[in-house]
């Protein structure tokens, strides 16, 4: 799957925050870098969200 990398500190870091990040989009989940080389990885099924996607988390948007 699709991975997220986010290497800025100002990305929100809430449980709520990030579940909904990952949930309106078609990634696998997000990827945390901090300076020191440490990473974390949250992905769909760690927030109890479906994966994988049968159908597009949100709707496309429809011509006017």
């Known amino acids: 799957g699709v991975l997220i990398t986010l290497a800025t500190s100002t990305y929100p870091r809430t449980f709520e925050s990030i579940r909904r990040s990952v949930e309106v989009t078609l990634a696998e989940g997000i990827v945390y ?4 080389g440490h990473m974390a990885k949250v992905k769909r099924r760690d927030l109890g969200l479906k994966w994988p996607l049968t159908e597009p988390a949100i709707a496309p948007e ?3």
């Open 62 to 64: 429809t011509p006017m």
């Open 33 to 36: 870098h901090h300076p020191d």
